[in-house]
């Protein structure tokens, strides 16, 4: 149990996800009463009974944070439940296949539908309302967020705030643009609003995490126990610890963003949690 988080108050965005799942449990682990918000009531409720078994406290609120008017109804529940919101985690983000080109270049058959191949997918092809879809969570889903909550925190004495980042925010991976140039914008976000907020005393951090193993992941990297993809191989292989990373990797970086006593001096930063991935330049 951390000390100095117990009997904090932290609103987990994403929480039926795979990594901020686990961040809940081990945050409730160590003392801290939960907010978990995501779209899919079932899915946060999962995460609710798991804490609650450990004698957690937490309370579930199903919106979308991208949505600014449930953002500001998420702050209101906070705030009749707990009183005050101490920490922000913007785990909601990701990617969406249709949004990605099924080639890693430029093919001219994807311009003319009497060649394309079959299941050929190329940058022409993508919906771009779906492809805006991708920026609008990885952006707006955690500024909204962090508009709402520093509200509150400013007027309560300060906080923190933790975004997520990827390693596409350093250099995009192919076939993910949307995602790889909302991911960028992560890492710009929260330098600038760590620097707008300082004077409120609201730390704001990023975590980049490497590639962390989920239902999504195994199907298009595979695992190293059961065969990888050839992008999976490529991932392992320009990973250097050799593996892909679990969702319980990501806690402890957490904590310590959090933490006030550990961090205190620290804000604006992303911290990559990749295995060694940004270490190798792939030659
Ligand atoms: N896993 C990785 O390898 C990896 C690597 C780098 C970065 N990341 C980033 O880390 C974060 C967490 O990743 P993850 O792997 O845990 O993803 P995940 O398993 O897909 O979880 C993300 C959660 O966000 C929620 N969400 C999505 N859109 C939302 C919206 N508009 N409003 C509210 N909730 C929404 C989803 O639940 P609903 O659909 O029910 O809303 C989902 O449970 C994401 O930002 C991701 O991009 C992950």
């Known amino acids: 149990m951390n000390e100095n988080l117990k009997g904090k108050v932290c609103v987990v965005t994403g929480a039926g996800g795979t990594i901020c799942s686990k961040v809940s449990f081990d945050l409730a682990k160590n003392g801290v009463k939960l907010a978990l918000v995501g779209r899919t009531e079932e ?29 500001d109804k998420l702050v209101d529940a906070v705030y009749e439940k707990f009183g005050v919101c101490h920490y922000l985690v913007n785990g909601a983000g990701g990617n969406n296949s249709q949004a990605m080109p ?38 707006m889903g955690s500024v909204l967020p962090i508009r709402a909550f ?38 710009s976000m929260t330098q600038s609003f760590a620097a707008y907020f300082a004077p409120a005393n609201i730390r704001i951090n990023a975590i980049a995490p490497g590639f962390i193993v989920n239902e999504r992941s195994k199907a298009y990297l595979g695992t190293v126990e059961e065969g990888l993809t050839p992008r999976g191989e490529q991932v392992i292989k320009h990973t250097a610890m050799g593996k892909f990373g679990g969702a319980e990797d990501i806690c402890g970086t957490v904590r310590y963003l959090l933490d006030d006593t550990m961090s205190s001096f620290v804000t604006g930063i992303t911290v990559p949690v990749d295995g060694g991935f940004l270490t190798l330049s792939g030659v």
């Open 150 to 187: 520093a509200k509150r925190m400013a007027k309560d004495g300060g906080g923190s705030i933790i975004n997520f980042a990827s390693m596409n925010s350093y250099c995009p991976l192919t076939r993910c643009f949307a995602y790889a140039m909302s991911k960028a914008a992560v890492v």
């Open 43 to 71: 899915k946060l409720i999962k995460v609710k009974e798991e804490i609650e078994k450990i004698g957690g406290e937490c309370f579930v609120f199903a919106c979308d944070v991208t949505d600014i008017n449930s953002v």
């Open 102 to 139: 099924t080639i890693t270049q430029f093919d001219p058959r994807e311009l003319d539908e009497s060649t394309k191949p079959e299941g050929m997918r190329g940058f022409y092809d993508i919906d771009m309302d779906c492809f805006e879809s991708v920026i609008k969570i990885n952006t």
